[in-house]
């Protein structure tokens, strides 16, 4: 939440002192005009947006499996600095593919995230330090369908730093770290690193009220080795890949229709991978269970976006 700083400054005054001063010495000096009051930090906000998507794809895999998705949050800010907010969206993650043979994911119903930490902007630079659970309601119970199938819950929670610094009203450049000790639950460890670019075109819209930007986000997952006891195959090592998105968004007021490309260097194509061998389902499937919700996607999403003192 930016700061403005609001100065009031009467140069047409003092100018004019200055021009007659000449013909009108007799007139003592103009009074110095106080500079406004900055505005005072609300105490507290309450932001809130939906989004209606053709697709949710996270670190470019997708989450509904190529189906469209409907999102939700709420989040409260307090004095400026700390928040907390939930997030919700609908998911597909079936424990048996389109082959009849099983994928071992567990049907969770919906992603659930909760999160929270502190945020505050210092002129052009923002720092966000803070945690998010993700939590998916609806899970079929571990080795319900056999042993080891599913596996694991996929609940986890990742720790996250993303500074970003705004260099005029046009470029913006940013950066997002998360960490987890066990990466949807599978006992992997996982670090996501990433860089993001956005440039702001809307200054020069000829519209009142509608925006356009493109943005960008190139990034890389670490992933370790799995610690799943309780299966009949020994640990291995979760593919660590690059994703990368690009985009272009139109904004009006709190609304913003975004089109955006998604990509990775996960492949369906069968492979090998350390720890496994052979994987008919390349390093997606060996990641997501599923060997079809990576690769390119063009995904198209309108989002509604604002809070409770923008409504007033």
């Not at 997952?221 to 139109?250: C, H, K, M, R």
């Not at 009006?252 to 069968?270: E, M, N, Q, V």
Request: overall charge negative; hydrophobic content about 40%; proline content about 4%.
């Amino acid at each position: 939440m930016n700061k403005i700083a609001v100065v009031a400054a009467s140069m047409l005054l003092a100018g004019a002192a200055s021009v007659g001063a000449a013909g009108a010495a007799d007139l003592s000096s103009p009074m110095p005009v106080k500079a406004a009051p900055a505005p005072e930090t609300p105490l507290w906000d309450v932001a809130f947006g939906v989004k209606l998507g053709t697709d949710y794809v996270f670190r470019g895999i997708s989450q509904t499996d190529g189906n469209p998705t409907v999102q939700g949050y709420a989040e409260l800010r307090l004095f400026d600095w700390v928040y907390a907010g939930i997030f919700a969206s609908n998911v597909d993650f079936p424990p048996i593919n389109q082959f009849g043979g099983f994928t071992g994911l567990t049907d969770a119903s919906a992603e659930i995230d909760l999160y929270g930490g502190l945020r505050h902007t210092w002129g052009a630079f923002t720092a966000d330090v803070g945690f998010v659970y993700y939590y998916y309601p609806g899970e079929i119970a571990v080795n319900s369908l056999g042993a080891g199938i599913p596996s694991v819950n996929i609940d986890y929670w990742e720790v996250y730093f993303k500074p970003t610094y705004v260099f005029n009203d046009v470029f913006t450049v940013g950066a997002n770290l998360y960490y987890t000790n066990s990466y949807a639950g599978s006992g992997s460890t996982g670090t996501y690193l990433s860089g993001t670019a956005k440039i702001d075109f809307t200054k020069w819209s000829p519209v009142k009220d509608v925006g356009f930007y493109i943005s960008g986000e190139l990034g890389y997952q670490w992933l370790g080795q799995t610690d799943l006891g309780n299966i009949f195959v020994a640990n291995y090592e979760l593919p660590s890949y690059t994703t990368w998105n690009v985009g272009a968004a139109f904004t009006y007021k709190a609304a913003t229709l975004d089109l955006r490309y998604y990509g990775s260097t996960l492949t369906s194509s069968p492979s090998y991978v350390s720890g496994v061998g052979f994987a008919s389902m390349g390093t997606c499937g060996v990641i997501s269970g599923l060997k079809n919700v990576c690769g390119d996607r063009y995904v198209a999403s309108l989002s509604f976006d604002t809070s409770f003192l923008a409504l007033k």
